[in-house]
C-alpha cells in the first residue's frame, strides 16, 4: 500500500508539471 501511494503522489506531481507547462506554452502563444 506505501508503494501504491508512493507511485499516486509521483503522478500527480508529473501531472501537475505537464498542466503547467501545457498553460505557460498556451500564454506564450498568444
Known amino acids: 500500500m506505501i508503494?501504491?501511494?508512493i507511485r499516486?503522489?509521483?503522478l500527480?506531481?508529473?501531472i501537475g508539471s505537464c498542466?503547467?507547462?501545457m498553460e505557460r506554452e498556451e500564454q506564450?502563444?498568444?
Open 12 to 14: 500527480l506531481s508529473i
Open 3 to 5: 508503494a501504491n501511494a
Open 28 to 30: 506564450t502563444g498568444k
Open 19 to 21: 498542466k503547467k507547462r
Open 8 to 10: 499516486r503522489s509521483v
